[in-house]
């Protein structure tokens, strides 16, 4: 009886042991979308503007996800939570939004309102900034969201329909950014946007430095060659525990008939050479985000993303939490 009674207990020992933590994730993936306790970001989404499947794409790298769409298939942002004061902001307002704003309530504290403290825009292209729509009276009609915006992108939003409905309902309240100057938020957080080059159409496009706590991260969805900006990658990626980077392309192979001067990202295997110098820790920080859905990076199993990995890069996925 007393050996029966041992083995219940062991028995009991391991169930426990394998039951998943509860305990507050830590720049690790939280899949279960556990309530976040600690200021953290959350990767909300790592696709290309235009997402995947793409519109009319008849290659390889789209069969079956029209008929069969992934829920790791979602376009770029990223999820800021401050737990202690219960505030959840987002970066970029994409077509995903409604998915993006469900996940980020549940990495919060569930039941609560699905409403963002704020919203703030990288720049006018369709993946960055189109998701304010579902803002209006046709869909949540929310009330006096604050967005930060660029001086152009404000000016964009203000003046052409029906993004300008949006601010006569006062669905949203827009809050004009400047070059380099911070945001300060609750929780000691600052968010700090900087011009990068990029195609500028119908506003600047700015890359974005947010502070937590205890750590600070660098958000560059979308600029052009790494050579062309005034800043040194290098030394920004440095200065950082996250570097989430553009990698629309692994390479030149991906852009087919198109002209490649028209869409000058700085191609995954051009960063292999731009950080070959770092140290192995601060390759670590680099997290290559905004696929195109030709990029062999969306296939984890995929020999490219082998590379990445091999060496000492990250690569972006839903669901992944990172301490501030």
Not at 222 to 233: H, T, Y
Request: net charge negative.
């Amino acid at each position: 009886m007393r050996k029966y009674h041992l083995f219940l207990f062991l028995l009991f020992l391991v169930s426990c042991a394998e039951r998943p933590s509860t305990e507050n994730p830590s720049d690790e993936n939280n899949p279960a979308g556990l309530p976040i306790e600690n200021t953290s970001l959350i990767v909300l989404g790592t696709v290309q503007d235009a997402g995947s499947p793409h519109i009319a794409c008849t290659r390889e790298c789209c069969a079956g996800l029209f008929e069969n769409p992934s829920a790791q298939r979602q376009v770029v942002s990223l999820g800021l939570i401050d737990a202690e004061h219960r505030k959840t902001y987002l970066f970029d307002a994409t077509p995903d939004i409604a998915r993006q704003m469900k996940r980020l309530t549940q990495y919060g504290h569930r039941g609560e309102r699905e409403l963002s403290d704020g919203i703030f825009l990288t720049h006018a292209h369709i993946g960055h900034y189109t998701g304010l729509m579902y803002l209006g009276k046709e869909a949540m009609n929310a009330q006096n969201t604050p967005v930060y915006a660029m001086p152009r992108m404000k000016e964009f939003l203000e003046g052409n329909g029906p993004w300008d409905q949006l601010v006569s309902l006062n669905n949203i309240r827009l809050h004009e950014l400047q070059n380099e100057e911070p945001v300060t938020l609750p929780g000691h957080i600052e968010v700090t946007p900087f011009l990068v080059p990029h195609r500028n159409e119908y506003s600047e496009t700015v890359g974005f430095r947010i502070k937590g706590p205890t750590k600070t991260a660098l958000f560059i969805p979308d600029i052009n060659k790494w050579a062309v900006w005034d800043k040194d990658i290098v030394e920004e990626v440095r200065k950082v525990d996250y570097a989430f980077l553009d990698a629309t392309f692994y390479s030149g192979k991906e852009i087919g008939h198109r002209d490649i001067s028209q869409i000058p990202h700085p191609f995954v295997i051009e960063s292999f050479e731009t950080f070959e110098g770092l140290s192995a820790t601060d390759k670590h920080k680099v997290v290559f985000i905004h696929f195109n859905h030709t990029n062999p990076l969306l296939n984890p199993e995929s020999e490219e993303a082998r590379m990445v990995i091999e060496k000492g890069f990250r690569i972006a996925t839903i669901g992944e939490v990172f301490a501030l």
